[in-house]
C-alpha cells in the first residue's frame, strides 16, 4: 500500500470517527449504559490517533531532516498513539474522579519515558 492512500484512508477514517464520536456525544445517555461511554472513548481515542497523526506526519514532512518517509511515517503513527492514550486516559480519569495535578503529571513523565525509550531503541537498532 502507498503513503498516498494510506493517507487517504486515514483521513477518510479520522472524519468516520469524528462523526461517531459527535453521534455518541449528542445521542447516547452517559448515564444509562456502560456500553454508551465506551464507544464515546474507543471513537474519541480512533478519531485522535488519525487527527494527530496527520498533523504530526504533515510537520515532520515539512522539516527537512533527510530521513526517509517511512521513518516519519512510523514516528508520527507512534507519537499520535502515545499522546491519543494520554488524553483519553486522563479523561477516563476524570470520569472515574481520579484525576488531580499529579496524576496528570505522572501521566505526562511515563508517556515521556516511553517515548524516548523508543526513540533510543530505533537509533540502536535501526
Do not use: C, H
Not at 490517533?49 to 508520527?76: D, E, P
Amino acid at each position: 500500500m502507498s503513503i498516498i492512500l494510506f493517507l487517504i484512508i486515514t483521513v477518510v477514517s479520522a472524519v468516520i470517527y469524528w462523526a461517531t464520536w459527535a453521534n455518541v456525544l449528542l445521542n447516547v445517555n452517559p448515564e444509562g449504559s456502560l456500553v454508551g461511554v465506551i464507544l464515546f472513548f474507543i471513537s474519541l481515542f480512533l478519531a485522535l490517533i488519525g487527527t494527530l497523526f496527520l498533523i504530526i506526519f504533515a510537520i515532520r514532512l515539512r522539516r527537512k531532516t533527510g530521513r526517509i518517509v517511512i521513518a516519519k511515517f512510523r514516528n508520527s503513527w507512534r507519537q499520535a498513539t502515545m499522546i491519543s492514550i494520554l488524553v483519553v486516559g486522563l479523561l477516563i480519569f476524570n470520569s472515574q474522579g481520579l484525576f488531580t495535578w499529579w496524576s496528570a503529571l505522572l501521566a505526562v513523565l511515563i508517556i515521556t519515558i516511553l517515548e524516548t525509550v523508543f526513540a533510543s531503541l530505533k537509533r540502536d537498532f535501526g
